[in-house]
């Protein structure tokens, strides 16, 4: 019987909302981000789910409970954000002048950050988490859980396990969109690879 997750990115901060680049930085969620959640909740765009896998971070765990309030969670600190170094919390308009920002936007982001975490770091890490999310699903028997986590949590565990090859920008995502993963568990346990992918 296949599974369902449901990977759902955080609702904007105040750091969302003026573009700047929000890693390490635990700051809550904004008045507005907390207005566009529960629109949505309303709309029904929130899929009921048996259990909650979330980030450490306050805007995660608090996305969570605007959601999913009477739902059980596990903390996985492995999906949090990756740290954007030098560039931490700062916008645009702030960095555009700086050699290093510009050195890292050609590189088409793939580049190490300054005093940032190595990529292939944060990979591991969220491969990490992901696994402990799949062995606690297949434990307990859960059909359908949620992940609240990141942008770039979410953007590199689809580019992993995508049955179709895509660049790791080609998953972004607004606050409080996300995706739907289908698992087939003989293809995952063949292939490391989900069955579908669809946005929520």
Known sequence: MNKFLYLIRHAKT???LRSRYIGITDE????????????????????????????????????????YPDVPYSIIPELAE????????????QLKDLA?????????????????EQPEVFRSRCLDGFSRVIQKVDEAGIEQAALIIHGGTIMM?????????????????????GYQMTIDPGLWAEKRKLAAISKI
């Open 28 to 67: 809550p969620l904004s008045e507005q981000g907390i207005f566009e959640l529960r629109e949505h909740i309303a709309a029904g765009r929130y899929t009921a789910v048996e259990h909650v896998f979330v980030s450490p971070m306050l805007r995660c765990l608090q996305t969570k409970e605007l959601i």
């Open 157 to 177: 565990l689809l580019e992993a396990f995508s049955p179709e090859i895509f660049d790791f920008y080609h998953w972004q995502i607004k606050n409080g969109e």
């Open 82 to 93: 990756c740290s954007f170094g030098i560039f931490e919390n700062k916008s645009y308009e």
């Open 100 to 116: 290093e920002y510009q050195s890292w936007i050609d590189s088409g982001g793939k580049q190490q950050i300054p005093g940032g």
């Open 14 to 16: 105040e750091g969302n």
